[in-house]
């Protein structure tokens, strides 16, 4: 019988691209710090992450949100099948869009509310929705191969790293580093924005995907992670927190998280140091496990 060129074209290819990736993976081992990879940036970093969440089997608990909630690591968790889809210099509505586009959803979405000035990635969404499924055929083995071996070199610590590391953080004092510069800065910029417009428009989009993913069985609730009581207090927060609490009154699809705010610490006002945001987790399991049942691991 006949090969099919076309078909043994494509094993070639698939077969050069794995064998290099695995030569580029041995390479690294064996020479180590002679050959450095490249810093991984933070779409790099997006990239591998969603890669994740659309090759693995869906988590129980996602997170969509900014750099506020990316700084709530999935290794800070105790609560089991946790992915964090929250993209630095990103919008909520990114990771909310493509989580809705799946077949199958997660049992419960945590959607952040702090900032919602910025504008969903479109290019994100067609990727690892629609666009992703409808990409050239030739090309899907060498991005197959890609996406693996980036996860591979990115894969997350197991439960006992993440166990120690968690209780390594929780065992430090809160830090004492002084950030009153980068808070200054972060409360002049935020006193500066005005975040009306792309906040009403991007409440508006959520509202039509909690419906939708409501509807297909997901519990959702939002959330707003803390923020330095000088940049709660800033014009941007203020004015997005009316938005979102005008076209979300039901107290219902909140979660109200309650951390020691005595303990947290932020390295600009905005985003919580290490130990602050393992902190507000415990906060937000503990949330979860009063509203939904949840079972937090010790």
């Known amino acids: ?83 964090n889809l929250a993209l630095a210099g990103g919008s909520p509505v990114t990771g909310l869009e493509i989580i809705a586009k799946q077949p199958s959803l997660p049992k419960i979405i945590l959607i952040e509310t702090n900032v919602l000035s910025r504008k969903a990635d479109t290019s994100l969404i067609e990727r690892f929705s629609g666009g992703a499924r409808e990409e050239a ?38 830090n004492t580093f002084d950030n009153k510069l980068y808070l200054d800065r972060a409360l002049e910029q935020m006193n500066e924005e005005d975040p009306t417009v792309q906040a009403r428009a991007n409440v508006a989009r959520i509202r039509q995907l909690i419906d939708d993913v409501q509807r297909r069985g997901a519990r959702v609730f939002l959330v707003h992670v803390p923020f330095a009581p000088e940049i709660e207090a800033s014009r941007s927060v203020l004015t997005t927190r009316g938005i979102v609490h005008e076209a979300f009154p039901d107290p219902a699809l909140w979660l109200p998280i309650d951390p020691p705010r005595s303990e947290l610490r932020w390295a600009d006002g905005v985003h919580l140091d290490e130990r602050s945001a393992l902190i507000v987790v415990r906060a937000i399991e503990g949330a979860l496990t009063e509203r939904d049942g949840a079972q937090v691991r010790p």
């Open 1 to 83: 019988m006949r090969q099919d060129p076309t078909l043994s074209w494509l094993v070639r290819c698939a077969t050069v691209a794995v064998a290099l990736l695995l030569a580029c993976g041995l390479a690294t081992a064996r020479f180590g710090s002679a050959l450095q990879q490249p810093a991984v940036t933070t779409r790099d970093g997006s990239l591998v992450t969603l890669n994740r969440y659309v090759q693995k089997p869906i988590p129980d608990i996602v997170l969509v949100g900014s750099s506020v909630t990316w700084r709530l690591k999935e290794e800070y968790y105790s609560l089991p099948r946790v992915r």
């Open 137 to 174: 055929l030739l090309l899907r083995p060498v991005r197959t191969a890609l996406a693996a071996y980036e996860t591979w070199i990115h894969a997350p610590p197991d439960l006992v790293q993440a166990r120690a590391g968690r209780d390594r953080l929780f065992g430090q004092p809160p």
